[in-house]
T-cell receptor, first 113, second 111 residues
Framework: NAGVTQTPKFQVLKTGQSMTLQCAQD?????MSWYRQDPGMGLRLIHYSVGAGITDQGEVPNGYNVSRSTTEDFPLRLLSAAPSQTSVYFCASRRQRGDTEAFFGQGTRLTVV | QQQVKQSPQSLIVQKGGISIINCAYENTAFDYFPWYQQFPGKGPALLIA?????SEKKEGRFTISFNKSAKQFSLHIMDSQPGDSATYFC??????????FGAGTRLFVKA
C-alpha cells in the first residue's frame, strides 16, 4: 500500500519554465489537496478537489493550475515558474469530506532560479 | 490574514519535561482541530485531533486542551523524549474542507 506518492522529489526550474508535479493515491480517497510549505509560513493550501472533475482554490492559488480527471491523480501545474514559487510542495488526501485524517506525500522540493 | 496563529516558533525542552504549544483561531465555524507532526524530509502525519464539543483529549503522552470561548487550543507533550524532536503544526478546518495550518513549532528535546 503506497499511500500518497509524489514525483519528482526534487526539481530545479528556470524562471518562465513550466512543469507538472505529480500526485497519486491508491486509497480511493475522494478529497485531495496541494500545499506549499515555506519557512515560518506553515503549510498553505493551493488548490483542492472533492472528487473527480471538481476542483477549487485555496489560500494561494495564483500561478498554479490543477485538474482531477481520475480519483487517483491530482497533478499540479506551474505555467510559468517564478522564484517566488521556490518551496516544498505537499500533496494530501483524505477519504471523504467529513473524514478526519489527511495523508501526506513525501513532498517535492522545487527551486526556481 | 493568518487564521490560525501558533506559538512559540521554536521550543527547547529537557528530556522528561513538558512541551506546550499554543494555537489561536479566528473563524468560529471551524469544527475540527488536528495536530500534525513532521520529521525532516517527511510529510506531516496526524498526531491527535479534537472537535469543539470536548475540552480535552488525551492519547498516550499527548493531550489537546481546547477553550472554545477563548478560541484557543494547545498541545501538551508529557515526559518529552528526544524522539519527539520534530516540527508540530496545529490546524483547523470546517467540514473537512480547506484545512488551515499554523506556522509550525520546531521542538527540540535535549537528552
Amino acid at each position: 500500500n503506497a499511500g500518497v506518492t509524489q514525483t519528482p522529489k526534487f526539481q530545479v526550474l528556470k524562471t518562465g519554465q513550466s512543469m507538472t508535479l505529480q500526485c497519486a493515491q491508491d486509497m480511493n480517497h475522494e478529497y485531495m489537496s496541494w500545499y506549499r510549505q515555506d519557512p515560518g509560513m506553515g503549510l498553505r493550501l493551493i488548490h483542492y478537489s472533492v472528487g473527480a472533475g471538481i476542483t477549487d482554490q485555496g489560500e494561494v492559488p495564483n500561478g498554479y493550475n490543477v485538474s482531477r480527471s481520475t480519483t487517483e491523480d491530482f497533478p499540479l501545474r506551474l505555467l510559468s515558474a517564478a522564484p517566488s514559487q521556490t518551496s516544498v510542495y505537499f500533496c494530501a488526501s483524505r477519504r471523504q469530506r467529513g473524514d478526519t485524517e489527511a495523508f501526506f506525500g513525501q513532498g517535492t522540493r522545487l527551486t526556481v532560479v | 490574514q493568518q487564521q490560525v496563529k501558533q506559538s512559540p516558533q521554536s521550543l527547547i525542552v529537557q528530556k522528561g519535561g513538558i512541551s506546550i504549544i499554543n494555537c489561536a483561531y479566528e473563524n468560529t465555524a471551524f469544527d475540527y482541530f488536528p495536530w500534525y507532526q513532521q520529521f525532516p524530509g517527511k510529510g506531516p502525519a496526524l498526531l491527535i485531533a479534537i472537535r469543539p464539543d470536548v475540552s480535552e483529549k488525551k492519547e498516550g503522552r499527548f493531550t489537546i486542551s481546547f477553550n472554545k470561548s477563548a478560541k484557543q487550543f494547545s498541545l501538551h507533550i508529557m515526559d518529552s523524549q528526544p524522539g519527539d524532536s520534530a516540527t508540530y503544526f496545529c490546524a483547523a478546518s470546517r467540514g473537512g474542507f480547506k484545512t488551515i495550518f499554523g506556522a509550525g513549532t520546531r521542538l527540540f528535546v535535549k537528552a
